[in-house]
């Protein structure tokens, strides 16, 4: 048996399917001292995945080991793989929180990394690293892959060398399933020098990978003019990275950062469009943006009714000391603090200045212009719209901040 190099005084949650990957593990871990306790989702798509519950609390109870387990009690329908994904890593991360593991532990394989990697290569997507790897993040939980090193028929027959029961998903040998396709077609045949060479492939590829992704500089991402200089791969990566702050499991398409790129070298200077459902892109000038929303108008108001001290979510003022440097007098009060709105106006040297003309002229980010506040007398009349700077500093001397 290969060591699983873990930590003896760490706590672990294992994540458990009662498949042969995952119970290898479990008997892998009990075997070999270490501390850990199960956790199993039973999304009740599969006649038999209640007995496969009962089956590893049984195995479980026997080694004294604790088994957490989430019964999804809604319909199986609609429950696809990205689905049950987010629902037992919710469940796994309560748990995780609740109490205190050090990392989770999942069962995935070398031939899970194959496959995956052949799917990456398949869809042409943007993954971040090619294969699976051995450590990452998710949802703030340290997860760990012991078994890379280990071919799915050797787990197998670990489990039987060593009467460790397990079942098989029927679901598996569904072949219209990409992935189950390229289990049975591709990788199933392949022999130890396919394995060998593919592997090193995926070394190769992540190598160059890290080189590029290490070429991007994250300071300028946002930076028009910056993915403007980029060739298109580094483009599509940098890009990716901005998507992917979002939600790991989204990626652009060709398509995608084609669009994107005819934006970015558009002499407009505001563009927003929806790239794909419920994510847009933001084009401000020379400040570029991926974001899950473009609408940033608000119909906030506020009143103060004598000079003094007022936090909001959109700004925060201190007039407390009076506000001349705000075109605010004693006489003005109650003063309203609202939404500003295009046709707004504030009076400059004597001449009228429009609210959207003075955003224009500061190149104020469209994302600011629906928030923006302006402040009113008792009489409804506009008395100041804060000046927008790029490059604002703060200083004990401000006394009415707005809030990006």
Known sequence: MKELKLDKNKKYLLACSYGPDSMALFHMLKNSGYNFECAIVNYHIREESTSEVEGLKEYASAFGVQVYVHECTDSPL????????????YFFSKLYKEYGYDSLLVAHHQDDLIE?????????NCPIYFGIKQKSVIKG???????????????QDYCDKNHVPYAIDKTNFD????????????????????RTDILKEIENRNRDLDKLISSID??????????ASLDDLTLKYA????????KESYYLSKENVGEIKKAILSKKPNINFEIKRGLYFLKEYDEVDIDRATHFSFNYSYILDRPGILDTPFFCLDFTNGARNRNVSDSDYPIVIRAVKPDDYIFINGYKAYARRLFIDWKMPMRLRGRWPIILNKNNDPLYIPRY??????SKENNFIVKL
């Open 239 to 246: 890009l990716n990275i901005m998507v992917k702050r979002i």
């Open 141 to 155: 939980m340290d997860v760990v892959r012991p078994l890379l090193d280990y071919s799915k028929r050797e787990l």
């Open 78 to 89: 609609g429950k696809t793989e990205a689905k049950c994904r987010e629902i037992r890593y």
């Open 116 to 124: 995956t990697y052949l799917m990456q290569k398949r869809r042409q």
């Open 389 to 394: 700077q790029k490059d604002f500093v703060l």
């Open 218 to 227: 994250l300071a300028k991402i946002h930076s028009a003019n910056y993915l």
């Open 175 to 194: 072949v219209s399933i990409l992935r189950n396709k390229i289990r049975h077609e591709i990788v199933e045949l392949m022999s130890e020098k396919d």
